[in-house]
C-alpha cells in the first residue's frame, strides 16, 4: 500500500516539476482582448455561438502542444528557429511584426486594467503605473521559479468568472446545446465575432511564449508526457474560462436585450443590476487579473523573441548584466505601453483595431512555419509529427486563413 502511496507521490512530484508552461500560457490568452470577445459573444448571440469557442479550444491544444514540443526537442525559441531554418529575412521579419503586435496588445491589457479600476472608483493615473511597476519589479527581480509561483497566483483569480457563471443561472441546456451543435446566423456580426473568437483564442504572442517558456523552465525530453498534460490542462481552462464568460453574459444581459458590448468593463458594470453587486466585481476581479497576467507574459514574449533573433536567448535566471537586451526588451515594452494608455486622447480604439490586423496578418506565417519545423526530421528527430497530425494541422491552418481573410476584410470594410 505505502508502495503504491509513494509511486503516486513521485508521479504527482514529477508533474508539478513540469507545470507551467501550457497553464500559463494557456490562461494568459484570456486577457482583457479575449474577455470583451468573449463578453461580445455571449450579448450579442446568446448560446448560440459557443461552439466557435469550442473549435478555438482544439486548436489551442494541437499548436500550443506542438509549440512546446519544438521547445524541449530544438531546446530554441519560435524566433530563432525560423531565422535558422527559413532564413534571416524571415526571422526579422516576424520578429519585428511581433513585437509591434505585442506593443498595441500591452496597451489594451493595461487599457483593461485603467478600465477595470474605474468600476472601482481608482483612477488611471494611479492603477496603471502600478500596474506596470509591480509586474516589472516581480518579472525581472525574481528568479525563475519565483516568477512561475507569481504567475500561478495570478492565473488563480480566473475562478471569479466561474463563480460569476452560476451566479447568473445560466439555461445549462441551451449552453450545451450551442457548444455542440453548430448553429450560425449568416450576418455580418455572426461572422466577425466567430472569426474574433478564433483569433482572440490563437494568440501570435502566445504561441511564440510557450515554445520559450518551455526552454527557459530547462525541461527535456523525458518530460515530454507530462508537459503535454499541462499543455492540455491550460488549454482547457482557456476554454472553460471563455465558456463561463459567454454564459454569464448571454444568461443576463443577452436575455435582457443588452447586445451592445464594447468592452468587457461595461460587460461587468452591466451586470450589477441584473446579477447582483457580486457579480460584478467578481467579473471586475477577473478582468484585472486577466490583464495583469497577460502584462507579465506580453513582454517575458517579446523579450524571448528578440533575443533568440540575435542568436544569443536569454533566460529569466541570468542576471541584468548577462542579458542586457532581454531585460531593456522587457523594461521599454512595458514602459511605452503604459505610457500610451495615459496620454490624454490617445487613439486606443485605433490601436486596438491596428494591433489586431497585425496579430491576424502574423498568426498565419507562424503556423505555417510551426508546420514546417513539425515535420522536419533534422531539428525534430523521432518527434517529428507524423502524417495524420500534419493532415489535422494543415486543416486547422485552412480554416484559420478562412476566418483572418474574414476578419481582415470585415475590420477594413468596417
Known sequence: MSSKLDSRKLRLGAFLAVMGPGIIAGLSDDDPAGITTYSQLGAQFGYQLLWTLGIATLALILFQDLGSRIGVVTRQGLIGLIRQKYGARSGMLSACALVLANIGTMTAEFAGIAAAGSLFGVSKYITVPLAAFVVSFLVLRGSFARVEKVFFLLASVFIAYVIAGFMAKPDWSAAAEGLFIPSMPLTRDALFIATATLGT?????????????????????????????DVWTGSLLTGIIGFFVVITCAATLHVNGQTSITDASQAAAALKPLAGTLAKELFAVGLIGAALLAASILPLSTA???TDLTGR?????????????FYVTFGVITILAATMVLIPGAPLIRILVLTQILNAILLLPLLVYMFGIAKDSRLMGEYRASKLMLTVYAVIISIVFTCVAALIWFTVSG
Open 304 to 306: 524571448y523573441a528578440v
Open 313 to 325: 536567448p536569454a533566460a529569466l535566471d541570468d542576471k541584468a548584466h548577462e542579458a542586457p537586451l
Open 201 to 229: 483564442t490563437l494568440a501570435p504572442w502566445g504561441l511564440a511564449f510557450i515554445q520559450s517558456y518551455a526552454v527557459d523552465k530547462r525541461l527535456t525530453k523525458e518530460d515530454l508526457k507530462l508537459l503535454r498534460v
